[in-house]
């Protein structure tokens, strides 16, 4: 793959430490030669992102809270400023109060909806929508997902709802920037173990689960992740968009877990 994404130019927001699937995906797109700026979440975040941001030789990052417009808009400011085109973007953002990422969904409250909403859902839209603006023909992003989205996953809740909504709006987004030659997908990974992850209750289960019964019978690094990333974000998958890619060991094709896997 070296070289596939030579002269690119690459924003990947998301990585809070070398567990994160950002932090695979970013992996996978240096290694074919892309250029990276990355967003971090907050000063906390900052000295994290840093060193790893340099071992890939990038110090071009940027402060990113999607809960403000104006934090934003300044990223884009910055990298047309900086750039002056873009043709790579990297959503990795989710986030839910960890106290309604258990029990049942029924009792999802007004006021963590609409903030689950916007973190992990809207975000996503409004930097499409300021990508666009720096992107050419060519132009590719993706999101991250979760088959909680389509299927119930015990304890993900609000968080599903908010992924289907994603997952709809990767469609529409698709749909208004593809007169442009501009792609947007999402991929919809298995369980990894993450800060984010770590906030669902009883993930350490989930992650079982899906090793027992998954056909591959095992999860998924972040690194197969960012293989699957390099393929939609390059000329790879230029004939992909608005699909919602699985790398998830096959888990989602299964309806019962073979007998060997349940034990039976
Ligand atoms: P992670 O904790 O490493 O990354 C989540 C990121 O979201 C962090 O970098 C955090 O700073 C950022 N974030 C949260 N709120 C934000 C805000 N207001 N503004 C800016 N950034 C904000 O965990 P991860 O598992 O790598 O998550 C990345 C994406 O992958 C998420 O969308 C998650 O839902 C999705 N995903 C995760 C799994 C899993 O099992 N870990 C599976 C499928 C999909």
Redesign the pocket.
């Known amino acids: 793959v070296t070289g596939l994404l030579a002269g690119k130019r690459a924003l990947v927001?998301?990585?809070?430490?070398d567990?994160?699937?950002?932090?695979?995906i970013a992996k996978k797109l240096a290694e074919a030669g892309a250029e990276l700026a990355f967003?971090?979440?907050?000063d906390a975040?900052a000295k994290r992102?840093r060193p790893l941001a340099e071992s890939l030789g990038s110090d071009f990052l940027l402060p990113?809270?999607?809960?403000?417009e104006a934090?934003v808009a300044a990223v884009f400011a910055r990298l047309k400023e900086h750039w002056g085109s873009l043709d790579i973007v990297v959503?990795?953002?989710?986030?839910s109060d960890k106290s309604e990422l258990k029990g049942s969904y029924s009792r999802t409250s007004r006021a963590n909806f609409s903030r689950t909403m916007?973190?992990?859902c809207y975000?996503f839209t409004e930097i499409a929508r300021y990508a666009s603006a720096l992107m050419n023909e060519g132009g590719s992003m993706v999101?991250?997902?979760?088959?909680g989205s389509v299927r119930v996953m015990p304890n993900y809740n609000v968080?599903g709802v908010a992924?289907a909504a994603?997952e709809a709006s990767v469609r529409y987004l698709a749909s208004d920037y593809g007169p442009r030659g501009i792609r947007v997908n999402a991929?919809?990974?298995?369980?990894?173990?993450?800060?984010?992850?770590?906030?669902?209750a009883d993930?350490r289960l989930?992650?079982n689960y899906q090793k027992r019964h998954a056909p591959l019978r095992r999860t998924v690094t972040?690194d197969e992740?960012g293989g699957a990333a390099l393929y939609l974000l390059s000329d790879l998958g230029s004939g992909v968009t608005g699909e919602i890619h699985y790398v998830?060991s096959g888990y989602n094709i299964i309806s019962m877990p073979q007998p060997d896997a349940l034990k039976l």
């Open positions: 927001m998301g990585v809070a430490n567990h994160s699937i950002a932090w695979g967003t971090y979440q907050g975040l992102v990113c809270d999607v809960e403000n934090s959503h990795a953002i989710a986030y916007l973190i992990s975000s999101t991250l997902t979760y088959g968080m992924k994603l991929i919809s990974a298995g369980p990894v173990r993450t800060l984010a992850g770590a906030g669902i993930a989930m992650f972040i992740v998830d």
